[in-house]
């Protein structure tokens, strides 16, 4: 059974950091392509950043870039997301997920509010 559980949302303020991390299990992780995406509140959810299996290649949605890391450590079975200088527009709740065949498993997701 897969199972993806987020960790390391937080209420923080506009210029900080925070990490999160996503806890993989249930489905062969070294080889998958492991995503991150969010919704903010009335809107769509969007994909943020993917890395590959082996962590070699990663990409970002425009509004991120330079300022998220996703990264990944394949004998935890684990994703994170490094994000720096957030803002407002960085509200949302963010999601791990992974394609299987053709079916997509989301996680729980933890919420994220940036606000001063």
């Known amino acids: 059974q897969v199972r993806l559980v987020e960790f390391g949302g937080a209420l923080v303020q506009p210029g900080d950091s925070l990490r999160l991390s996503c806890a993989a299990s249930?489905?062969?992780?070294?080889?998958?392509?492991m995503r991150w995406s969010r919704q903010a509140p009335g809107n769509q959810r969007e994909l943020v950043a993917s890395?590959?299996?082996?962590?070699?290649?990663?990409h970002y949605v425009n509004s991120v870039k330079g300022r998220f890391t996703i990264s990944r450590d394949n004998v935890k079975n684990t994703v994170f997301l490094q994000m720096n200088s957030l803002t407002s527009e960085d509200t949302a709740d963010y999601y791990c997920?992974?394609?299987?065949?053709?079916?997509?498993?989301w996680g729980q997701g933890t919420p994220v509010t940036v606000s001063s």
């Open positions: 997920n992974v394609r299987l065949g053709s079916t997509v498993h």
């Open positions: 249930g489905f062969p992780f070294n080889t998958s392509v």
């Open positions: 890395i590959t299996a082996d962590g070699a290649i990663t």
